[in-house]
């Protein structure tokens, strides 16, 4: 599986963003899919993860009910909705992908990883 992450940029603080990340090559097979990022200094963490058939949803508790994490199997996508953004949700986000069913924050659980889109959110 290929996946390629896009749509980051500058925001200011409270406003928002949207990721995408499209998947090529098996994409036949059951996923979960998911977002991690990483801070400058710091270790990359969890953000969210979607299961690819079943659509259930995970999120770290520092973003829970201000992103939405959603996909589109048509099109082999999912998006990352990014809401009242803060300047601590800066980071270079990634997504990434694991096989099978089951939900996982635990990135060395994902085999698949895109390059990193880089979010920047100004005070």
């Known amino acids: 599986v290929q996946l390629q992450a896009s749509g980051g940029g500058l925001v200011q603080a409270g406003g928002s963003l949207r990721l995408s990340c499209a998947a090529s090559?098996?994409?036949?097979?059951?996923?979960?899919m998911g977002w991690f990022r990483q801070a400058p200094g710091k270790e990359r963490e969890f953000v969210a993860c979607?299961?690819?058939?079943?659509?259930?949803?995970s999120y770290a508790d520092s973003v829970k009910d201000r992103f939405t994490i959603s996909r589109v199997n048509a099109r082999n996508t999912i998006y990352l909705q990014m809401n009242s953004l803060k300047p601590e949700d800066t980071a270079v986000y990634s997504c990434?992908?694991?096989?099978?069913?089951?939900?996982?924050?635990?990135?060395?659980?994902?085999?698949?990883w895109g390059q990193g889109t880089q979010v920047t959110v100004s005070s």
């Open positions: 090559g098996r994409t036949d097979s059951n996923y979960v």
């Open positions: 990434a992908a694991r096989l099978g069913a089951d939900m996982s924050d635990n990135l060395y659980e994902y085999a698949y």
């Open positions: 979607i299961g690819w058939r079943s659509g259930m949803r």
